[in-house]
């Protein structure tokens, strides 16, 4: 499973947890104002912010680094 897959499968886990509606909300709980741009970084087109894992980790702390950016 590649990155965006995992970043999908986040999703899907967080909306059933009920943390999150969807991934638009995702993105204004992180900080993101701008849709897109959050849509461009959650999907590998953009590059990654350094502070991207901790602001996740913020909303789901139980989430597994690794399996986040490894798939392990």
């Not at 909306?15 to 204004?28: F, M, P, R, S, V």
């Not at 996740?56 to 702390?61: A, D, G, T």
């Amino acid at each position: 499973m590649n990155r965006v897959m995992r970043n999908k499968t986040l999703i899907h886990h967080l909306i059933k947890a009920g943390a999150i509606k969807n991934q638009k909300d995702l993105g204004e709980k992180m900080g993101y104002s701008n849709e897109s741009s959050f849509f461009f970084l959650f999907n590998e087109k953009d590059a990654e912010p350094k502070d991207f894992i901790l602001k996740l980790k913020n909303i789901m702390p139980a989430l597994n680094e690794q399996w986040l950016i490894k798939g392990q």
